[in-house]
């Protein structure tokens, strides 16, 4: 581990550095490189979806490239990334700041509409399908297209989301805070 906490800092110094002496980027530009909050949510948005891309694989015995980039299934990406997201800007400015409760709060709605609102109109959309499904040949609604059914998230695949973002944020913190004592 003393190595990679070396090796990390050894090339953080570096891009720092170059980029200070070259001025090819302005600071502001090359700080979006080390936004703890932005890199948190962005692995855990990463990892949740290769998550359900191997899930779906292992249990249908397909690969389906959708996984990487589609709404619903196990767990919740938009559950995990705000929850990063929201531990990230905690542990950065502190948890009893305004930024972390906007966060916090961000994440809250995200992940109760997931819950309800998504969750729901899914069930509908799955219902939907069903009676199109029913219409004689010449009902004028018989070929339409099929809504989408997996957009929402149960109690579980959302609490698998969060408990993903928590990790994955926990995780980053600590690396942040070996490369930056090692620097």
Request: hydrophobic share 50%; charged share 15%; proline share 3%.
């Amino acid at each position: 581990m003393d190595d990679v906490t070396a090796i990390a800092a050894s090339i953080i110094q570096n891009t720092v550095s170059s980029s200070a002496t070259t001025n090819s980027l302005p600071s502001k530009y090359v700080s979006i490189f080390t936004n703890l909050a932005l890199i948190s949510a962005v692995i855990a948005f990463a990892i949740a979806q290769l998550i359900k891309f191997f899930l779906i694989r292992y249990q249908e015995r397909r690969w389906d490239v959708k996984q990487l980039i589609g709404a619903g299934g196990m767990p919740s990406s938009h559950s995990a990334t705000v929850t990063a997201l929201a531990v990230a800007v905690g542990y950065e400015d502190g948890f009893g700041g305004t930024s972390f409760a906007t966060a916090m709060i961000f994440a809250c709605v995200v992940m109760h509409d997931a819950l309800g609102v998504r969750l729901h109109a899914g069930r509908q959309a799955e219902v939907l399908n069903q009676i199109v499904f029913e219409l004689p040949a010449d009902h004028p609604l018989s070929d339409a297209r099929p809504l989408r059914e997996l957009i929402g998230h149960t109690p579980v695949q959302v609490l698998a989301g969060l408990i993903l973002g928590l990790v994955t944020a926990v995780i980053s913190c600590l690396v942040k805070a070996a490369v930056t004592q090692a620097w």
